[in-house]
């Protein structure tokens, strides 16, 4: 569902920090209701009941101000596998978690760079449109890169080594070059046990 407020209305990317948003919308006393999706939308990366909480703009159609938050695809997939295997969680109603499913995170990106190239990148025009934009609305994104340092001792068996990072730039070029991830200091991402110098291309990401 689309989170409707008096005069503007917010759309929850799965994995962005939507729940604190909702939560702290909640706690601010600021009224709201939940719009439902009025359609079938095509969504790989969510099934059909994530649709229900992570409506999208073309499914609930609102005239008024809009917003959502992204992050970067790179947390994203670091997040989204620390989730599903922390919680043993991983979702046969999924497309996408179920192809991927791993409780290995480099085979987990293996999974999705094979089954669903760009998978981020295609979700969040979804939402943002092909410009990445939201017209009319707000992006606001979820943390810096650097924050992804920020790691629990669990998530710390997510970090990507030097390979598999380069290739998940490749992969989510377009969102990556759209949001301004790719001029960011990436190096947080990586194992240092496994360090490797990245390649000084990081602007080269292509769609």
Request: charged content about 20%; proline content about 7%.
């Amino acid at each position: 569902m689309a989170l409707l407020l008096p005069h503007s209305v917010f759309y929850h990317i799965p994995k962005t920090g939507g729940s604190w948003v909702r939560g702290a919308i909640q706690k601010a006393g600021i009224p709201t209701n939940e719009v439902g999706v009025l359609g079938p939308v095509d969504m790989p990366l969510i099934d059909s009941r994530g649709l229900f909480l992570h409506a999208t703009p073309q499914a609930v159609p609102l005239q008024m101000f809009a917003f959502t938050f992204v992050r970067n695809p790179l947390s994203w997939y670091q997040s989204h596998w620390a989730y599903c295997t922390k919680n043993k969680r991983w979702n046969e109603h999924n497309p996408f978690e179920r192809q991927c499913a791993s409780d290995n995170f480099h085979q987990f990106l293996r999974n999705a760079l094979t089954y669903f190239p760009g998978g981020v990148s295609n979700m969040y025009r979804g939402y943002l449109g092909e410009e990445y934009t939201l017209p009319g609305g707000f992006v606001g994104r979820q943390e810096p890169a650097n924050l992804a340092a920020r790691l629990d001792d669990f998530q710390h068996r997510c970090l990507y080594t030097a390979e598999l990072l380069w290739e998940m730039m490749q992969s989510e070029g377009h969102a990556m070059r759209s949001l301004g991830y790719d001029r960011e200091d990436l190096s947080c991402f990586l194992d240092q046990r496994k360090h490797s110098p990245l390649p000084a291309t990081n602007h080269s990401t292509r769609s």
